[in-house]
């Protein structure tokens, strides 16, 4: 059995995603590591993160990004398609640029995968994941936040990125350019894993939080909109995480490889925890909405925890 990584990224070290690290992560458990690695700034030191690695089971592929071709965010897909396709092992093990795995994970990864490499049925693995808000000790974990997702695949060449590369789909025929299609694609069959994914996407200092927004927002409604927003003045000079002491806190351990990354936290007196629940500055999160409030109460207290309307790209197996 072989198992391959792979993952994709453009200004990640500039932007502070642990893109290293997620690498890392992983790295014990794969054969090979592909990263699709776009047209950065010239003073985006991603690549030489990488090579600090150190390891020959990496390989990079330099990619030109077109978000013109490829808009609404459809360019994060076709960037890591580029990865997946490279990839030649059994299992393919996506880690986007700001998902790490605990180490105390890796033998049950490599387990499942052994155990249902046969299986034909199975298309895919389902990974629990952790959203880390603001700092190291806190989540978001609200009707908005996604509970579960696909991380590992089949090495199948219909199997595609979708969307804005959150998940999977299988795409017969696929034309290479519409990831966001619905029509004529099919949920994953997937099984359950044992293992979460640590996400710490919203895990950065609030100024640069600020600029991976504007960089995210250029992906996927385009740069002029972006300079619009900027002439409008719609961007604060941060980012406002809220009131953090309404959140969840983790109180368990973060992947031995991240505690350099994590040393360089420095944003402790930028955050609040007193006063409104929501952010204080213009822009708004979708969950601080009162409607996701709400819901997110009833799911809570009402529920037990029980997500209403919750959507799942991904058609569950039940194998033990």
Not at 32 to 60: M, N, P, Q, W
Not at 294 to 312: A, N
């Amino acid at each position: 059995m072989k198992i391959s990584g792979f993952s994709m990224g453009k200004n990640a070290h500039k932007l502070y995603y642990p893109m290293r690290y997620a690498i890392e992560s992983i790295l014990p458990i794969v054969d090979e590591f592909v990263v699709a690695l776009g047209d950065s700034d010239a003073d985006d030191t991603t690549r030489e993160e990488i090579d600090k690695i150190g390891s020959d089971k990496i390989r990079i592929i330099d990619t030109v990004w077109d978000i013109e071709k490829y808009p609404r965010g459809m360019e994060h897909a076709h960037q890591t398609d580029i990865a997946k396709e490279a990839c030649s092992g059994d299992w393919l093990f996506y880690l986007q640029s700001d998902e790490l795995l605990h180490e105390k994970y890796l033998p049950v990864i490599r387990d499942r995968c052994e155990e249902l490499l046969e299986d034909r049925e199975v298309e895919g693995l389902l990974f629990r994941y952790r959203h880390f808000w603001g700092d190291y000790q806190h989540l978001q974990d609200t009707h908005c936040w996604y509970r579960k997702e696909i991380r590992i695949i089949r090495n199948d060449p219909e199997i595609h990125s979708w969307e804005s590369a959150q998940s999977f789909r299988r795409i017969p025929g696929f034309d290479g350019l519409n990831y966001r299609q619905q029509e004529h694609t099919h949920k994953l069959k997937v099984a359950d894993v044992d293992a979460e994914i640590f996400h710490y996407g919203w895990v950065r200092p609030p100024a640069v939080m600020q600029n991976k927004i504007k960089a995210f927002t250029a992906n996927h409604e385009g740069r002029a909109a972006v300079e619009q927003k900027i002439r409008m003045k719609k961007y604060p000079d941060y980012f406002d995480y809220g009131n953090l002491s309404r959140l969840t806190r983790y109180e368990g351990s973060h992947p031995e490889v991240l505690k350099p990354w994590m040393e360089q936290f420095n944003w402790q007196g930028q955050l609040r925890f007193s006063g409104p629940a929501v952010s204080l500055v213009p822009m708004k999160m979708k969950h601080d909405r009162l409607k996701y409030r709400v819901i997110s109460w009833i799911e809570k207290r009402l529920l037990g925890g029980m997500r209403l309307g919750e959507f799942r790209n991904y058609r569950l197996l039940r194998k033990k």
